[in-house]
């Protein structure tokens, strides 16, 4: 098992930024992957970033050159840098955790981000 826990969200105005953590335990060292997804209020959650075991990373067009995704594999901790924040970035935002060859997937229990105009 995986156990995710999200931090860092907050209220900020438009064109602010914030730093997300995910913070990972348990059963990380097959870990192939880790990302973030958000869900806005009646909307579908949708991907946002993609960071793998080997550190390529992969970004949703709506964030590219935004957001940043990284990680401190000392900590066991993901995050990603959120700058230039949109109102349409208000969502909670989730960290999922991936084990490819299982199938397996673990979920944190989100955290919010509200982005005023």
């Known amino acids: 098992q995986v156990q995710l826990v999200e931090s860092g969200g907050g209220l900020v105005q438009a064109g602010g930024s914030l730093r997300l953590s995910c913070a990972a335990s348990?059963?990380?060292?097959?870990?192939?992957?880790m990302g973030w997804y958000r869900q806005a209020p009646g909307k579908a959650r949708e991907w946002v970033a993609t960071?793998?075991?080997?550190?390529?990373?992969d970004y949703a067009v709506s964030v590219k050159g935004r957001f940043t995704i990284s990680r401190d594999n000392a900590k066991n901790t993901m995050y990603m840098q959120m700058n230039s924040l949109k109102p349409e970035d208000t969502a909670v935002y989730y960290c999922?955790?991936?084990?490819?060859?299982?199938?397996?997937?673990?979920w944190g229990q989100g955290t919010q981000v509200t982005v005023s105009s």
């Open positions: 999922r955790a991936a084990k490819l060859p299982t199938g397996s997937y673990y």
């Open positions: 348990g059963s990380i060292f097959d870990i192939d992957a």
């Open positions: 960071i793998t075991s080997g550190g390529s990373t």
